[in-house]
């Protein structure tokens, strides 16, 4: 399971060095050439969630008494990616010195101010949209930690149910045990009686036998 894992973020990490590199080349670029590494990049993105939805899910499989190294690893995966689509979503904003001056043209003064407002009213766009991602990040977290919760929480009730049944089981084995010791101790009792009463049978007829020895000695010697 872990070596999947593994798999899985060397995968993530050569995929994140390629997107990074491409992002850092979107705002040099103009035109089709633009649009083409937009898509590529838009492209890859989407490789690399498809990835962590992968590692997620293998992550899920791991015993709870193992997940908390993944989970952690996970969570940095995550911040990485959300850096990169912030950092994306600023490339394709972001404006090269040709297309600045395409923008201000002849009359610079009023263009400059154009592009002023407009790249404030970007930003300001872009700061929302910022906000409302981190909002919807700290749902998503709050999810998957009451799903693992909810996980953990199921798998400590089957463990107290099997334990409840071992539990059952064993009583069950000491009753039939005090069932068996309480025959046993009446069998051992018949037994020792019985071997009283032979001793005590045993010990009346030596008397028996020793009195009536003792009688012909005496009606001998009387008779002599």
Do not use: W
């Not at 390629?18 to 590529?40: A, F, H, Y």
Request: hydrophobic letters at 35%.
């Amino acid at each position: 399971m872990s070596s999947d894992f593994e798999g899985y973020e060397q995968d993530f990490a050569v995929l994140t060095a390629e997107i990074t590199n491409r992002i850092g080349k979107v705002p040099k670029l103009l035109g089709d050439e633009k649009k083409q590494m937009v898509s590529n990049v838009e492209k890859h993105l989407e490789e690399a969630r498809e990835l962590l939805e992968q590692m997620e899910l293998e992550v899920r499989e791991i015993p709870p008494q193992s997940r908390g190294m993944y989970s952690s690893r996970m969570r940095s995966y995550k911040q990485e990616m959300e850096k990169l689509e912030v950092d994306f979503k600023r490339s394709r904003i972001a404006y090269s010195d040709e297309v600045r001056n395409e923008l201000l043209g002849d009359d610079g003064n009023s263009s400059e101010i154009q592009l002023i407002k407009l790249r404030e009213e970007r930003a300001h766009l872009l700061d929302n949209t910022e906000r409302l991602e981190r909002s919807s990040r700290r749902l998503e977290a709050g999810y998957q930690i009451a799903v693992e919760t909810e996980q953990i929480g199921q798998e400590m009730l089957e463990n107290l149910s099997h334990d409840r049944e071992k539990i059952q089981r064993a009583r069950e084995r000491l009753r039939e045990t005090d069932a068996n010791l309480g025959k046993s101790s009446r069998i051992l009792t018949g037994m020792l009686r019985r071997i009283i009463q032979n001793r005590i049978l045993i010990v009346i007829l030596g008397i028996i036998v020793i009195f009536a020895v003792l009688m012909v000695i005496i009606f001998s010697v009387k008779g002599h």
